[in-house]
Structure formats: C-alpha cells, structure tokens
C-alpha cells in the first residue's frame, strides 16, 4: 500500500496565486485531516473530513477550502495566496475517530 | 487555550544509551496521546499511544508514561540508536474530538 500520498513536493507561488494540493488515500480510511507545519511549531489542524462529503475547519482555516467528494481523496485548496501562507503542509488519514494518523511526506509550499 | 508543549526542545544522547523526552499538556479533557517521530523531510510517523485509563505502555524499546495527577507524559527510547535522530512530538486529543493538539517537538541527537 502507498498510504498517504501527497503532490506536488515542493512548490513556489507568487502573491496572489492559487493552487491546489492534492492529497490521496489507498487505506479507506474515513478521517482525513490537513495540517501546516511552520519552522520550530508543532503541527496546527487547517481542516478536516470525516467522511465523503463532510468536511469541518479546524484551528487556522483561513485563506483555505477543501472538498471530499470521494473517501480517498482530500484536496486543499489555497486562493489568493499569502507569504504567511509559506509552510510546510502534510496530509494525514486515520480508520476511525481515536486512532493514531498515517501522514503524507508533505508539501513545501512558499509564496513570494 | 489549552496546549501542548514539550519541556526541552533538544537532546543529545549517546549511541547505546536511554532517552527520555517529556511533555507537559494542560487540557484535562484530553483522553489519548500519541507519539510521533518525525525525520528530516518526512512526515511525522507514529510510534505509540496511550489512553487516559492508563500509566504506562510499552512497544519495541519504547516506552510511554502518562501522570494523569500533573499532566505530563514521556517517551522513553531504550538503547538509543542513530537511527533515533529525528523530531519527537507528543499530541493530544480529547475524547470524541477532531482536533489532535501537536507540541512543538524535541529534537533527538544521537552521538556515536
């Protein structure tokens, strides 16, 4: 199995810009989360979906959208990117509400 | 708020030698912890867990201790490794609850 599989790698964006990162999943795993990593900080919950169709902000949703339109994929969305918006983003899934998460191998993102 | 945080942000340790990585937490709601191991450019990657009803549980060369009484849970890595160089993060979440808290995580140095 892949586990969390998150692309691109590595990306810069302009002030301004969108962009999408994608996220995907091959466990049928029903809770997916986004987090950001900003250097030296413990991870800080963007969203999160609890199934397809659902989705809930978490503790710095603003600047960002995500969808869940199928159980194995949970895309982030940045609109009118912002140079605060610079971190490093990881992607991460759990079978069930309690269990410990399986995490993507991130997403640099920078904006200048 | 509530938060988690962790009481040294480094460490260096002998190869051969135990390790032992602490965490302070201060929401006494919260009913499960995790321990992850993050290494440099990966995502953070779970090691072992416990819930509130209990003290203690133990893994491969891994042991976790919560002291419910003060908050405070530690990791203790036994016949420290090179391979045991990374970010620990302890992380907690509330029973029934989305939002898994992450620390800001210690650094593990492991000197041959």
């Known amino acids: 199995n892949a586990g969390v599989t998150q692309t691109p790698k590595f990306r810069i964006l302009k002030i301004g810009q969108s962009m999408t990162l994608q996220c995907t999943q091959d466990?049928?795993?029903?809770?997916m989360y986004w987090y950001r990593q900003d250097p030296g900080m413990g991870l800080k919950l963007i969203y999160y979906s609890v199934g397809a169709g659902i989705t809930d902000k978490g503790e710095v949703p603003n600047g960002y959208n995500v969808s869940r339109s199928t159980t194995e994929d949970f895309p982030l969305r940045l609109e009118l990117a912002a140079p605060s918006q610079t971190s490093v983003y990881f992607c991460a899934s759990s079978r069930r509400q309690g269990d410990g998460y399986t995490f993507g191998s991130g997403t640099r993102l920078t904006v200048v | 708020g509530e938060s988690v945080g962790l009481h040294l942000p480094t460490l260096s340790v002998q190869e051969g030698d135990n390790s032992i990585i602490n965490c302070a937490y201060s929401n006494s709601a919260s009913d499960y912890f995790i321990w992850y191991k993050q290494e440099s450019g990966k995502g953070p990657q779970f090691i072992i867990d416990i819930r509130s009803n209990m003290d203690k549980r133990q893994g491969q060369r891994v042991t976790v201790l919560l002291n419910k009484t003060v908050k405070h849970l530690s990791l203790q890595i036994a016949a420290t490794q090179p391979g045991d160089s990374a970010v620990y993060f302890c992380?907690?979440?509330?029973?029934?609850?989305?939002?898994?808290?992450f620390g800001a995580g210690t650094r593990l140095t492991v000197k041959p």
């Open positions: 992380a907690e979440t509330p029973y029934n609850n989305n939002d898994m808290r």
């Open positions: 466990m049928n795993h029903n809770y």
